[in-house]
């Protein structure tokens, strides 16, 4: 599955597919994309890929440019195993412009997550 489209509920929560929730067993990182979407990637995705590449020379601006991206705004959750909700705090929603619908893509080894 490369791809679904969902509804959050009243609590801003996100339903993940059931053929999906193995893969973000390890948690969940939601952060700002480049542009007015979200980047959802499994935690252990984040740990072994994304945040190596946060690390850097404290001097060079392009790795702070992408900690503050990346950082601001950053939530860690564990998936609700038993319904397979994560909830998507407020400051992110209105980050991506997405009101209560949005779409999922799989983007590699993470997830897009942007309004329709």
């Known amino acids: ?12 929560r996100l339903t993940i597919p059931s053929e999906l ?12 994309g480049f542009k007015k979407y979200l980047h959802m ?4 995705v984040w740990d072994q890929l994304v945040e190596p590449e946060l690390q ?3 001097l060079d601006e392009t790795i702070a440019d992408l900690n503050v ?5 950053k939530i860690e959750a564990e ?22 619908e949005l779409v999922a893509v799989r983007a590699g080894k993470y997830w897009r997550l942007m309004k329709p």
Request: aromatic share 12%; charged share 40%.
């Open 41 to 44: 990637y499994p935690k252990a």
């Open 56 to 58: 850097g020379s404290i």
């Open 21 to 32: 929730r193995e893969e973000f067993s390890s948690g969940v990182v939601i952060t700002r």
């Open 1 to 12: 599955m490369d791809y679904f489209q969902r509804k959050l509920d009243d609590k801003r």
């Open 79 to 100: 998936m609700d195993v038993k319904q397979g909700r994560i909830v998507i705090e407020q400051n992110l929603l209105d980050y991506s412009e997405i009101d209560r």
């Open 69 to 73: 991206k990346f950082r601001y705004g």
